[in-house]
Structures are given as C-alpha cells and as structure tokens.
C-alpha cells in the first residue's frame, strides 16, 4: 500500500468512527430521555389548553388564577427537574389525605386503616353521603368497604391520628406533610376561613362516620383538622418532592432523611392506586400505571416506584374533580419516561 493510499484509508476509517459515534450520541440521546426535554415539552404542548373550571364549591379556591402552570419531576436520586410556576402555593386540599393516612399507618400499622376505614373504591364522588350508607350495610362483617381517601375515610383518618390535645394532634398531621416535603410548610388561612365557613357537608360526614363508628372520638375536632391540613399551602416543587419520598420508599431523596418505614409505604400506594382520583381512578390507572392523588386546589401527584415522583399544579377541574392539564401532563411524561409499573419492559 502506497503511503497516500494508506492515508487515504485512514482518512476514510476516521470519517466512519465519526459518523459512528454521531449516529450512537442521536440514538444514545432519544435512548437517555433527557426529562427536562420531556417536561419542557408537556409544558409547552398544554399550557394553553382552557379545559375544565376551578372549584367553587369553596369560595377562595374559585379565586386563584387559572392560568397557573407548573410541573416538577423528582427522582429517586434527588435530581429535580421542572418548568411553569413551582414558586405559587396553592392549598394541598385532598392531597393531604394520603400524608394524614401514612401518618396513621405509620402510627399503627397497615391493618388499622384497613380494619377501620377499609381499602376499597367506592365508585362514588370524593364527598358522597350515599356511599356512606352502602357502607354501612356491611359495618360489622369486618369488611367496611371504603377508603381514606375520599372525604369520609379521610376525615375518619384524621380522627385516628392519637394526641391530648388538637394541637398534639396537629403537630403531628403537618409534621408529616413537612418531612416528606423537606421543608416547613404553612396553612393558607385565606383558604382555611373559606373552606371552614362553607364545610357544612363535611360537618355532615363526620357526624355520620362518628354516629356509624368510624370515628371513635371527637367528629367536630376531626372535621375542623381535616379542613385545616386541606388548607396547608403547598407549590408544584413541594408537591414533586412529597410524591418523590413515596417514589423513594418514604426517603425525602433531597434531605436523605427517612420519614416512613419503607416496608408500609406499598399500602400507601395500592389506596392511591385505586382511589386516588376519585371514580376516575380506574381510568388514570388504565392510561398510566400510576399510584397518584389529586386534589381540588389543582394539585396532582403521581408516584412511579423506584423511579420518580411527579407533581402539577393547575386549578381548572374536570367533573371528577381532578386537574384537566396535570392530568395531561403527568401521563405524557411519565409513558415518555417509560414510568409506568405496570409495563414489564419498564416502556
Ligand atoms: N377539602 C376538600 C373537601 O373536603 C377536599 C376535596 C378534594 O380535594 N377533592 O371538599
């Protein structure tokens, strides 16, 4: 071989390797799913969609701006990654019942909330009377049919929470929703007014749950805390690191702090599996494979276990009650993440 020939050659093998390790870096790149790509992506193909309606049914929450955007995705190993408003707090509203609920299974045991409560959808709206009632018919054959994330297992959730005084009792209802969001979170008293003012349903449901013997001790008192941990105000960030510690076996992956003993956090997820978003439950799951929770204010998480945890916030509701973008944009991110469990090949 001449030397030019073998330059040439040589030239010729370079270019391949180049082309090569072009063609691997595109390949490698869609293979990576880069998620802040994918989250600016969501963000970018639903922040103009005007589906569904804030709540009104309380007064201040038909007050927060619509237009309020924001998504946070946090992995297992801390790394955030986010878009939109992450800063605006908006109140938790039914989020918080999954926190009261880890707090008492924490507390008590996985079998407490299924013995009292039960672990069951109920195919009903999150503040259904009528569901109470076909609940009761089987009080007694130790197989209550119900669950603590709609509005009277909740509040019965709450009542289960042990402590001397309301406050023992709300020390240790925020405390929880602080350590799984690593930080010190405030009630919106704005919110908290509104919803106390206009909680007449509720007062219904919790002296029905104490009449039926759910509720074991003060209905009133469960009521009121109920209303104030729905009040807690909470941004899209703080939301993605509470469904994050879930993600993560109950260890905050920012602080490193663990704040629920990991073997009680699968039933934490199984309720949210099939309940968390009221009778539309069934649907999300089907799209998603996501343990998740929503509530009123605009809030929604989703949990994908081992993997990350994910959180939107924008207010206009569908019928069901659940957020009509975060929906939207949960499910896309997370299928394009390949989030969702109930897919083998991890797809
Ligand atoms: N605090 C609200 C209520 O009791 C929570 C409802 C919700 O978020 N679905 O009505």
Redesign the pocket.
């Known amino acids: 071989m001449s030397s030019q020939q073998s330059l040439r050659r040589r030239a010729a093998l370079a270019g391949a390797a180049i082309l090569a390790v072009t063609v691997m870096t595109v390949v490698d790149a869609r293979q990576a799913k880069d998620p802040q790509a994918i989250v600016n992506a969501a963000f970018e193909k639903f922040r103009g969609l005007k589906e569904g309606k804030n709540?009104d049914?309380?007064p201040a929450l038909a007050k927060v701006d619509p237009n309020l955007f924001g998504i946070a995705l946090v992995t297992v190993d801390g790394k955030v990654f986010t878009a939109g408003d992450i800063k605006t707090e908006v109140?938790i509203?039914?989020?918080?019942?999954v926190f009261t609920m880890a707090q008492v299974i924490e507390e008590q045991g996985v079998e407490s909330i299924e013995n009292r409560i039960g672990v069951d959808a109920t195919g009903a709206r999150?503040?259904s009377i009528i569901a109470i009632e076909g609940v009761r018919r089987v009080v007694g054959t130790g197989a209550p049919e119900m669950n603590a994330l709609v509005?009277p297992g909740?509040?019965s959730a709450t009542s289960m929470v042990t402590g001397a005084s309301a406050d023992a009792v709300w020390g240790k209802i925020i405390g929880i929703h602080n350590a799984f969001a690593g930080r010190e979170l405030r009630v919106l008293q704005d919110v908290y007014k509104s919803?106390s003012d206009s909680?007449q349903?509720?007062q219904a449901i919790g002296a029905l749950m104490f009449a039926y013997g759910y509720i074991k001790t003060d209905w009133r008192q469960a009521v009121d805390l109920?209303?104030r941990q729905?009040?807690i105000g909470d941004n899209a960030r703080d939301l993605g690191m509470m469904a994050a510690t879930l993600a993560a076996a109950g260890r905050n992956p920012v602080t490193g702090k663990t704040v629920m003993n990991p073997a009680k956090v699968p039933g934490v997820l199984a309720v949210m599996a099939t309940a968390g978003l009221?009778d539309d439950s069934g649907k999300w799951l089907y799209h998603t494979g996501l343990p998740a929770k929503?509530?009123?204010?605009g809030g929604l998480i989703a949990v994908s276990p081992g993997k990350f945890g994910i959180a939107v916030v924008s207010p206009p509701l569908d019928d069901a009650?659940n957020s009509v973008r975060a929906q939207r944009a949960i499910a896309e991110i997370s299928n394009a993440l390949g989030g969702n469990p109930l897919a083998s090949a991890g797809r």
């Open positions: 709540a049914y309380i109140s509203q039914s989020i918080s019942k999150f503040n509005n909740a509040i919803e909680n349903r509720n109920y209303t729905s009040s009221y929503s509530g009123v204010g009650g």
